[in-house]
């Protein structure tokens, strides 16, 4: 079965800190996708970064980065230097190619507060 | 103006009314979803369509309709609206057509309170 574990409820970081919210997955499948959504206090989805099972490069967009590790079925996202605007709701995501983008199964989300 | 529109965006409503939510997109996309979250739980699929003929149901389509109305348009209707139905409700767009295809974008959202 499909789970998206993202154990990190809530984080709070100072503002310059770096901060890392984990994301474990389970699925039987080959080949799947994983993404990250963030949630600002506004509420609308963002959608941040897609990463096939294929590619296990690390990304880095500015001051974020993904670390994606098949072995360990984890796909951890870092903000470097931390901002007040990066204060959001940040969910982990998984599709399996097979089954097609209707079946997205999220995490449950981790928020994370960045104090000034 | 946002590719994934939403309307209204706060509703507020008893037990037992009508209700439909409704999304319009201008991106062109085939596919369309309706999601719901609550508190705690993540967000969670309602139903979805491939196209204006194709509609399934998700994870928790008990108590929901939807309609397609054409490709750009998908609403979502609570005949009889319950109070475990208050939540914030998401659609969502994808385009099978592209090599993105399993990326989903997502609406505003609308903030559903059931009395």
């Known amino acids: 079965a499909q789970k998206v574990t993202q154990a990190q409820t809530e984080i709070s970081v100072v503002e310059k800190e770096d901060v890392t919210l984990d994301c474990v997955y389970e699925?039987?499948?080959?080949?799947?996708?994983l993404f990250w959504y963030k949630q600002p206090p506004s509420g609308e989805l963002v959608f941040l970064i897609r990463?096939?099972?294929?590619?296990?490069q690390n990304e880095i967009s500015g001051r974020y980065s993904w670390n994606f590790q098949k072995s360990t079925s984890s796909f951890n996202f870092t903000i470097t230097a931390s901002q007040v605007v990066d204060s959001a709701v940040y969910f982990c995501?998984?599709?399996?190619?097979?089954?097609?983008?209707?079946?997205?199964?999220f995490g449950t989300g981790t928020r994370l507060t960045v104090i000034p | 103006d946002a590719d994934v529109t939403q309307t209204p965006r706060n509703r507020i409503t008893k037990t037992g009314k009508r209700i439909m939510l409704e999304c319009s997109q201008t991106?062109?996309?085939?596919?369309m979803y309706w999601y719901r979250q609550d508190p705690g739980l993540g967000l969670r699929l309602i139903y979805y369509?491939?196209?204006?003929?194709?509609?399934n149901k998700g994870e928790i389509s008990d108590g929901y309709s939807v309609s397609r109305q054409a490709q750009a348009k998908f609403s979502l209707s609570l005949e009889s609206a319950i109070p475990n139905q208050t939540a914030l409700y998401f659609c969502?767009?994808?385009?099978?057509?592209?090599?993105?295809?399993?990326?989903?974008?997502f609406g505003p959202g609308t903030r559903l309170t059931v009395l």
């Open positions: 995501a998984l599709s399996e190619a097979k089954r097609g983008a209707n079946n997205l199964f």
């Open positions: 991106k062109g996309h085939d596919r």
């Open positions: 369509s491939f196209d204006v003929k194709d509609i």
């Open positions: 699925t039987r499948d080959t080949t799947y996708y």
């Open positions: 990463r096939n099972s294929f590619d296990e």
């Open positions: 969502a767009t994808s385009d099978q057509g592209t090599s993105e295809g399993d990326t989903q974008y």
